[in-house]
């Protein structure tokens, strides 16, 4: 081989490690700051697609100089926000008005379904907006759901000891604490001894 030919073939190797290097840093700067933000994964995953633009030949006859190399311009297609919806179907145990002792322990159980697009996880809560928390903790997980699945919210009450209709209503809230859906209540009326 001609020194001149392996002079090329050096400059041509010294080029592609270049652009190499090049389209590293290109789409390493594209991803930088996204390892800084907090993960949502309150929707399906949606990986980003890299979709190439413009390609031109990167193969050429290299007669006494280097060729030049292009790089396809790529796009990435972001992923789109979910959103949250709850929507109620029916009350499953204690129907309003169901009349009840004094201490008595309330499994209550109601049907609902996640209408929305984001799928409930650990981030997700259940808070009492209104009423009596009738011996529950005012904030609760919310049973985690696929997005478009039913599911079964329940609490375990304690009627009051005093006699009179007790009322107690919740909703769910998502990760940015903002509510969502159709609030579910229980209505009792606790007996006189």
Request: charged share 20%; proline share 8%.
């Amino acid at each position: 081989m001609t020194p001149a030919k392996n002079d090329q073939k050096k400059g041509l190797r010294r080029f592609e490690t270049f652009a190499s290097l090049f389209i590293f840093i290109v789409v390493l700067a594209a991803c930088e700051g996204q390892g800084n933000q907090p993960l949502d994964d309150s929707g399906p995953f949606l990986p980003p697609t890299l979709s190439a633009v413009e390609t031109l030949p990167t193969q050429t006859v290299i007669p006494t100089s280097l060729a030049t190399l292009s790089v396809a311009t790529l796009r990435v297609t972001p992923t789109l926000p979910c959103s949250n919806n709850l929507s109620f179907e029916s009350d499953m145990t204690i129907p309003d008005g169901t009349k009840v002792s004094a201490g008595e322990r309330l499994d209550k159980r109601w049907q609902v379904k996640n209408t929305g697009t984001c799928n409930w996880d650990a981030r997700y809560h259940f808070k009492l907006i209104d009423g009596n928390s009738l011996g529950v903790v005012s904030d609760q997980a919310l049973f985690p759901a696929l997005a478009g699945s039913e599911t079964v919210l329940r609490l375990l009450f304690t009627a009051p000891s005093d006699p009179g209709t007790y009322r107690s209503a919740w909703q769910a809230f998502g990760p940015d604490d903002q509510p969502f859906g159709d609030p579910v209540y229980i209505e009792i009326d606790v007996k006189a001894q």
